[in-house]
């Protein structure tokens, strides 16, 4: 039996004959590449999977400032930077530390970078509520309001400002006080001026 070499004409400036024979050794090179890339990312993703669990455990001999420092340190590394997150938050519920319960859900409204961060900020008033303590209750009240500052939500960061001082006003604590009416006269301020700009607009 004759087997006849195959033909096929592409036309780019002038016609090119490419074999079939060719046209399916360059789908292997091709296929073989896909595999090849296949099979490094599993290789990688098991080696990172590996790290990621050889870093967590290591994460039960840090204190919480530590964890802070790691999780403040790793801006740059959002993957390592969540381990830390989940580090403290899990440290914190297994030693049923409230206060760092809340610290750990300020931390993930702050650094997590994802839409649940206002739900983590939800989260942190939560748990300050039950520690019937004005000045944990206003902090985080204040906290929220920061961040939704820095998101440019400027009427909701007021509204929790206000309730945040009025947690704040009922206790000693000088530094809270001086700070809820800072962040009040700032945004006060922003808003004034765009009230301004408005109605002369």
């Given at each position: 039996?004759?087997?006849?070499k195959?033909?096929i ?40 999977s ?38 403290f ?14 610290n750990?859900?300020k ?60 947690y ?27 009230y ?6």
């Amino acid at each position: 039996m004759v087997f006849r070499k195959i033909h096929i004409s592409f036309r780019v400036k002038s016609n090119v004959n490419i074999s079939l024979i060719e046209i399916l050794c360059i789908f292997g090179i091709y296929a073989s590449f896909l595999m090849l890339r296949y099979r490094i990312g599993l290789i990688s993703a098991f080696v990172c999977s590996y790290i990621s669990a050889k870093d967590y455990d290591s994460l039960k001999n840090y204190s919480y400032r530590a964890l802070l420092d790691k999780i403040e340190n790793h801006q740059n590394n959002k993957d390592l930077q969540l381990l830390y997150l989940r580090g403290f938050m899990d440290r914190a519920k297994s030693e049923n530390d409230l206060i760092e319960i809340i610290n750990g859900y300020k931390n993930y409204m702050y650094y997590s970078g994802d839409k649940k961060s206002v739900i983590y900020a939800d989260s942190m008033v939560q748990a300050s509520l039950r520690t019937d303590n004005h000045s944990i209750i206003g902090s985080a009240y204040l906290s929220k309001g920061i961040f939704h500052y820095s998101i440019k939500e400027h009427k909701k960061a007021l509204d929790y400002y206000l309730i945040a001082n009025d947690y704040i006003s009922k206790t000693d604590d000088n530094y809270l006080k001086y700070k809820v009416k800072y962040n009040l006269a700032h945004v006060k301020y922003y808003l004034g001026a765009v009230y301004t700009n408005l109605a002369s607009s």
